[in-house]
């Protein structure tokens, strides 16, 4: 898998947030994209996820040797951010069964409840998780879904010591031979990156 990124831009009105990236993503490689709030790490994620649109050159997606057009790379894709949704109305349960029957994950419900340390919660209602709970969910769903790409927004938002500790552990062990993107301005969310993308470079 890569993603080929040229002359890459976004503007909002007639205020650009980025332009002219120009760079080659691949797999087995971990990039962090690193910049100061509202510098445009965001917006620079959702275009990769095909969720938005540039407003300035092409992003090409090469599954094998085959391209694969935007609007057909969340087939290819996990992400996990603070815009990411949950459905509040499922127990835990049932919110990963769904999930499973969506998409193929590489482990059994009962073992990723486990991982997760949620036995108990399982039959409780999303609605009433703590923000905590609900953000090691929205990992877990991408941690464990079959995907070549592995996108991460702000990972560790809400996440205690402890917690920040399991993502810690777990993303090496889920990173393998992905495409892994990580949206961060926490330096322990991101070290496990080999490569970084400073948005803030490409401002002018
Ligand atoms: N839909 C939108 N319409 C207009 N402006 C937007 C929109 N989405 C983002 N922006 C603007 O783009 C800029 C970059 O926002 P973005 O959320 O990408 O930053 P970020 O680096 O992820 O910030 P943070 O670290 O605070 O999460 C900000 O000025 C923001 O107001």
Redesign the pocket.
């Known amino acids: 898998m890569i993603i080929e990124l040229k002359d890459l831009g976004k503007k909002?009105?007639r205020?650009w947030?980025f332009k002219g990236v120009n760079l080659t993503l691949e797999s087995g490689k971990a990039y962090a994209v690193i910049?100061?709030?509202?510098?445009?790490?965001?917006?620079?994620l959702k275009l990769l996820a095909g969720i938005s649109h540039p407003s300035k050159g092409e992003i090409k997606y090469i599954v094998d040797t085959n391209k694969v057009e935007a609007d057909e790379i969340w087939k290819h894709l996990v992400l996990a951010g603070p815009y990411t949704e949950l459905i509040e109305e499922f127990t835990l349960v049932e919110h990963l069964k769904f999930h499973a029957s969506l998409k193929k994950m590489t482990k059994p419900v009962d073992e990723i409840i486990e991982i997760l340390g949620l036995e108990k919660s399982k039959n409780k209602q999303i609605q009433d998780f703590s923000s905590g709970m609900k953000q090691k969910l929205k990992l877990a769903l991408a941690f464990f879904t079959e995907a070549s790409i592995l996108f991460l927004?702000?990972p560790t938002s809400n996440l205690d010591q402890r917690n920040i500790e399991w993502y810690q552990d777990w993303l090496p062990l889920v990173s393998n031979n992905k495409i892994v993107v990580i949206?961060s301005?926490q330096v322990y969310e991101y070290e496990y990156c080999n490569e970084r993308i400073s948005?803030e470079s490409y401002k002018k």
């Not at 910049?35 to 620079?44: E, Q, V």
């Open positions: 909002y009105a205020e947030i910049g100061g709030n509202g510098s445009g790490k965001s917006t620079f927004d702000e949206c301005n948005i």
